[in-house]
Nanobody, 127 residues
Framework: LVQLVESGGGSVQAGGSLRLSCSAS????????LGWFRQAPGKEREGVAT?????????YYADSVKGRFTISQDNAKNTIYLQMNSLKLEDTAMYYC???????????????????WGQGTQVTVSS
């Protein structure tokens, strides 16, 4: 089993920044990708940013956040971060951390491959 705990959500004005953290514990050999997904009311959960955890630090971003969000990791702490800059109203959502064993990087942003999920942290962007 893998346990994931997110933190760092909150409310911010458009153009502002937030940093999310996700700490993984348990059997960390059960996954090779950690990532951030989000779900807004009435919408499907979508991949935001993911990172390969077994070396090389390959990262993948949704087009909507490229250039604004940065995913990073601290392997020693089994923790990933999501630095979110230039936040927009449409970034408002519940953000979830996820862990999965992903076969190909091209699948890294698809939620289907992730079988461990955190409880989520709310991000609200206001005008």
């Amino acid at each position: 089993l893998v346990q994931l705990v997110e933190s760092g959500g909150g409310s911010v004005q458009a153009g502002g920044s937030l940093r999310l953290s996700c700490s993984a514990s348990g059997n960390t050999y059960n996954y090779n990708y950690l990532g951030w997904f989000r779900q807004a009311p009435g919408k499907e959960r979508e991949g935001v940013a993911t990172i390969y955890t077994r070396g090389g630090e390959d990262t993948y971003y949704a087009d909507s956040v490229k250039g604004r969000f940065t995913i990073s990791q601290d392997n020693a702490k089994n923790t990933i971060y999501l630095q979110m800059n230039s936040l927009k109203l449409e970034d408002t959502a519940m953000y979830y951390c996820a862990a999965g064993a992903i076969y190909s990087g091209r699948q890294a942003l698809r939620k289907d491959g992730y079988n461990y999920w955190g409880q989520g942290t709310q991000v609200t962007v206001s005008s």
